[in-house]
């Protein structure tokens, strides 16, 4: 069973910064490839980040890798994203996501397993 469980969203003020988590379990985070991936309102799904499962590197969609970052700790089987400098363009609904084979898309069609998501709010 997959399981994908994010936390950390909130409303905070331009400027500042969030440290989302995505909390799985011991199948999800050693065989599959994890995602961070955001819906912003009124767009399409738009991809962050992608985990290696078995060599836990990571990459960032090139267009946000000032702002953000991907770890995971293989321990605990939990996989971050740090926002930093959040602006409000950034508001929207960010999803730990799942799939059995390496893809970058910005679709929703095409990663099989999604978490409930968190909302992130950049508002002054």
């Known amino acids: 069973q997959v399981q994908l469980v994010e936390s950390g969203g909130g409303l905070v003020q331009p400027g500042e910064s969030l440290r989302l988590s995505c909390a799985t379990t011991?199948?999800?985070?050693?065989?599959?490839?994890l995602y961070w991936i955001r819906q912003i309102p009124g767009k399409q799904f738009e991809w962050i980040s992608v985990?290696?499962?078995?060599?836990?590197?990571?990459h960032v969609r090139e267009s946000l890798q000032d702002r953000f970052a991907v770890s995971a700790d293989a321990d605990e089987k939990m996989m971050f994203l740090q926002v930093n400098n959040l602006r409000a363009d950034d508001t929207a609904l960010y999803f730990c996501?799942?799939?059995?084979?390496?893809?970058?898309?910005?679709?929703?069609?095409?990663?099989?397993?999604w978490g409930q998501g968190t909302q992130v709010s950049v508002s002054t």
């Open positions: 996501v799942a799939n059995t084979e390496y893809i970058l898309a910005d679709s929703r069609e095409a990663y099989a397993y």
């Open positions: 985990l290696n499962p078995w060599t836990t590197n990571t």
């Open positions: 011991e199948s999800t985070f050693n065989r599959l490839w």
